[in-house]
C-alpha cells in the first residue's frame, strides 16, 4: 500500500510542474505575437452603434441624400454581412438634413442612399485598414461607391468634439481612398485607391490626381481592399498583394483616421432598382514588432 501511493504521490510531483510550464509557455507565446495584429473587426452580425453612425451631408454635387436608421432599405444587416443601398424612388423625397459645407441644402430628389462612419467611435493612427466587399451591379453611369478613410477632425457633420474644426483636406482632415469605384469612367472592373494631399489652403482644396492609382479587379466578386502604412509608403493591397503605393508621403497622413462606406450617385443619369454594396467585414490591424 505504501509502495502505490509512494508512486502516486511521485506523479503528483510530476505532473504538477509540467502542468503548470505548459500553461506559463501558452500565456508567454500569447504575449509574443508579432506582426498584424487585429484591433478592431466588425463582422457584421448586427448593428454596432459602438462601431458605426450615420453620416449625413451633401458634398461632391451628389445626385442622392443620404438618410438615417436604414431608411427606404438602404441599409441592412443579414447573413452576416452589411449591405448599403442606392435606391430609386418612385417619389421625391425631402433632404433638408444634408447640408454642404458652404450651408447648401440638398433640394428633394428620388434618389436616397446610406452612409455610414467611424468617426469617433472607431478611430487609429496608421497600421492597416481592409474590407471585404462586393457588389451587385457595376459599370454604371452615376456610380460612386466608396470605402475610405478621413482624418478625425474634419469639421463636415457630425461634429461631436471640440477639435472637429480642420477643413479638408488639410492636416488632421486627410484623405485616403482605398477603393473607389466609378462607374461611367472605371468600366466592370475599374476602380481607384489614392490618398489626396492639400493644395494649399480650405479654398485651394486637394490634389486628387497625383497620388491616384487606377487598378482592376472583378467587383462583383468579394474582394479585400486594403490600406497600410509601411514606413513612409501607403501600400494598397487586393486580397492580400499588394497592387498599388503611394512613395514619400505617408506620414503625411499619419493621423487618427475614421473609416466610412458609402455609396454615391455623383451624376444626374436616370437609374432604376438598386445599386447595392455588400460589405463581409471591415478590419483594423496594427503592427507589432
Known amino acids: 500500500m505504501f509502495l502505490v501511493l509512494k508512486k502516486i504521490v511521485g506523479y503528483v510531483f510530476i505532473f504538477i510542474p509540467l502542468l503548470s510550464i505548459s500553461c506559463s509557455t501558452k500565456i508567454n507565446n500569447n504575449n509574443l505575437q508579432k506582426g498584424w495584429i487585429i484591433d478592431f473587426i466588425d463582422e457584421f452580425n448586427y448593428f454596432n452603434k459602438d462601431n458605426w453612425q450615420d453620416q449625413l451631408l451633401w458634398v461632391n454635387n451628389e445626385d442622392q441624400c443620404y438618410v438615417r436608421d436604414g431608411a427606404y432599405n438602404t441599409r441592412e444587416i443579414s447573413n452576416g454581412s452589411l449591405k448599403l443601398r442606392l435606391i430609386g424612388l418612385d417619389h421625391e423625397t425631402d433632404c433638408s438634413d444634408n447640408i454642404s459645407k458652404f450651408g447648401d441644402i440638398h433640394p428633394p430628389t428620388r434618389y436616397v442612399s446610406s452612409r455610414l462612419a467611424s468617426k469617433n467611435l472607431k478611430e487609429f493612427t496608421g497600421g492597416k485598414w481592409t474590407a471585404r466587399i462586393k457588389f451587385n451591379k457595376v459599370g454604371e453611369n452615376g456610380m460612386f461607391p466608396a470605402w475610405w478613410l478621413l482624418g ?19 492636416t488632421g482632415s486627410g484623405e485616403i481612398d482605398i ?24 479654398e485651394s482644396g486637394g490634389d486628387w490626381w497625383t497620388n491616384q492609382v487606377n ?22 493591397g487586393l486580397n492580400g498583394s499588394e497592387v498599388g503605393k503611394n512613395k514619400g508621403i505617408a506620414n503625411k497622413l499619419l493621423e487618427p483616421m475614421f473609416a466610412i462606406l458609402n ?3 455623383i451624376s444626374d443619369h436616370h437609374m432604376d432598382g438598386v445599386w447595392e454594396m ?12
Do not use: F, T
Request: hydrophobic letters at 30%; glycine letters at 8%.
Open 152 to 170: 478625425a477632425r474634419n469639421n463636415e457633420p457630425p461634429i461631436q468634439e471640440d477639435d472637429e474644426n480642420i477643413c479638408w483636406p488639410l
Open 179 to 202: 477603393m473607389e469605384h466609378h462607374g461611367e469612367h472605371g468600366g466592370k472592373k475599374g476602380y481607384v485607391a489614392r490618398s489626396i494631399l492639400p493644395l494649399g489652403d480650405c
Open 215 to 236: 487598378l482592376s479587379a472583378n467587383l462583383e466578386q468579394y474582394n479585400e481592399y486594403s490600406v497600410e502604412w509601411r514606413g513612409n509608403d501607403l501600400i494598397y
Open 278 to 289: 455588400e460589405i463581409d467585414w471591415v478590419k483594423h490591424e496594427k503592427w507589432v514588432k
Open 263 to 265: 455609396y454615391a450617385k
